[in-house]
């Protein structure tokens, strides 16, 4: 079955420093897995997606994760954080086929960024 | 072009009532997906429509339902509403429904049962 899980719940970092949000998925074979994003009060942006192409995705704002086949990880990066990046961060494993298409989303990662 | 929009974004209502909520996607997608997000639960997929057809559910109770009509716009609704029910339930539009192919979300319909 595909799961993932996001191993801190709260992450707290100061402006421009680095950020590090950490999922590790499990799945039976190879999947697709997004980041998400959410702020207060609004829907679910799209971060980035991997598809089994480059192992390192590139997305919006500045975002980068890197599939880890061997380490089943897909942690989501950033260089330096901007006080905007606050917001909940949402690594999800998709299913697909047929009768079966849906997100299956971890349980969130709460960014705070320190001035 | 434009996004997903929900309607309407706020509702309040009382135990024992029913709720519809709607969903129109970006033009041209014909698959509409339904999540609740609550704090303990997080996201859960309700349920997807493609072409006015239920293609998939999630595991939610009979009372929650859901329709798409011929213009892709989908409803939800929800009867016997109970305490629990209280969430932010999201729509997501895509072409075809491949999650591989993007999902776009709404910003939501947040409902309180009182």
């Known amino acids: 079955a595909q799961s993932v899980t996001q191993l801190d719940s709260h992450v707290s970092v100061s402006e421009g420093t680095p950020v590090l949000l950490r999922c590790n998925y499990s799945s039976s074979y190879s999947p697709s897995l997004f980041w998400y994003v959410q702020h207060p009060n609004k829907g679910l942006q799209l971060l980035l997606k991997y598809t089994s192409a480059a192992t390192l995705v590139k997305g919006i704002n500045g975002f980068e994760a890197e599939f880890k086949k061997s380490e089943t990880s897909f942690h989501l990066t950033k260089p330096s954080a901007h006080m905007s990046d606050a917001a909940e961060y949402f690594c999800?494993?998709?299913?697909?086929?047929?009768?079966?298409?849906?997100?299956?989303f971890g349980t969130g990662t709460l960014l705070a960024v320190q001035p | 072009k434009a996004g997903v929009t929900q309607t309407p974004r706020y509702l309040i209502k009382t135990r024992g009532q029913q709720v519809t909520l709607s969903c129109s996607p970006i033009s041209g997608h014909r698959s509409v997906s339904w999540y609740q997000q609550t704090p303990g639960q997080g996201l859960q997929f309700l349920f997807e429509y493609f072409s006015e057809t239920q293609r998939n559910k999630g595991n939610f109770p009979g009372r929650f339902s859901g329709r798409q009509f011929s213009n892709s716009r989908s409803e939800m609704n929800v009867s016997t509403l109970e305490l629990g029910d209280s969430a932010l339930y999201l729509c997501?539009?895509?072409?075809?429904?491949?999650?591989?192919?993007?999902?776009?979300f709404g910003s939501g319909t947040r409902l309180t049962v009182v």
């Open positions: 997501a539009s895509s072409l075809d429904g491949i999650p591989a192919y993007g999902y776009t």
């Open positions: 999800v494993v998709s299913l697909y086929g047929g009768a079966t298409n849906k997100l299956i």
